[in-house]
């Protein structure tokens, strides 16, 4: 049997999603919802300031993750302002060689735990934030091999072509006794909009 993630971030929700049926679904599992940012990018994945706000007050919890000139704001310590409020968990801040000393400082100023994306062959455990491996950015791509969870203990995240038709072949490839999330978002989408059905069948894959 594979083993269970500590939780599922379910990247994406939207302008669209029935946030009473969410609210009750991350009463029932262990739901992180994942809030995409961009300051230029505007389709469907990016919900706006009020649909944040309202996503902000139902249960689970929450990840802002940045993209774009955002991210790269970020990377010099300038979080957006609905991050420094602190109702987000999470930040995680999208692209290459984003870490920085900057971004730490604004980070812990803000009450937020970092992710950053791994793209490697293996976890660089970085003591200052959390990794997510992938390699997918959201287009809905398998890989084709996965690092194994560090013997560190450090929480890591996988993501790349997760969802109900493939999360138990994924979770039957992560190797290691560590502690570890999975984030998925472009299939648990219809139409181009965040779908609660197929969120709720992954949940009952993974959970029961």
């Known amino acids: 049997m594979s083993r269970q993630p500590e939780f599922i971030t379910f990247t994406g929700i939207d302008d669209r999603t029935d946030l009473t049926r969410a609210d009750k679904l991350a009463g029932t599992y262990p739901i992180e919802w994942g809030v995409?940012?961009?300051?230029?990018?505007?389709?469907?994945?990016?919900?706006?300031?009020?649909?944040?706000a309202e996503i902000l007050q139902i249960?689970?919890?929450?990840?802002?993750?940045?993209?774009?000139?955002?991210?790269?704001?970020?990377?010099?310590?300038?979080?957006?302002?609905?991050?420094?409020?602190?109702?987000?968990?999470?930040?995680?801040?999208?692209?290459?060689?984003?870490?920085?000393?900057?971004?730490?400082?604004a980070c812990e100023s803000a009450g937020l735990d970092l992710i950053i994306q791994n793209y490697g062959e293996q976890f660089t455990v970085s003591p200052a934030a959390a990794e997510l491996f992938d390699r997918s950015g959201g287009r809905g791509l398998l890989p084709e091999t996965l690092p194994d969870i560090p013997a560190c203990g450090s929480l890591v995240g996988y993501a790349g072509?997760?969802?109900?038709?493939?999360?138990?072949?994924?979770?039957?490839?992560?190797h290691g006794e560590g502690l570890f999330w999975i984030d998925m978002e472009g299939r648990i989408?219809?139409?181009?909009?965040?779908?609660?059905?197929?969120?709720?069948?992954?949940?009952?894959?993974v959970y029961g």
């Open 36 to 52: 995409l940012m961009s300051s230029n990018n505007r389709d469907a994945r990016f919900p706006c300031i009020q649909a944040v």
């Open 161 to 174: 072509g997760i969802g109900p038709e493939t999360v138990q072949g994924f979770l039957s490839k992560i």
């Open 189 to 205: 989408r219809t139409n181009g909009w965040f779908d609660l059905d197929l969120v709720e069948e992954v949940c009952r894959q």
């Open 59 to 105: 249960g689970g919890r929450k990840s802002a993750h940045l993209c774009g000139a955002m991210a790269r704001a970020a990377s010099y310590g300038q979080l957006p302002e609905a991050l420094t409020a602190g109702d987000f968990n999470r930040t995680q801040v999208n692209g290459p060689e984003v870490l920085s000393a900057k971004l730490l400082k």
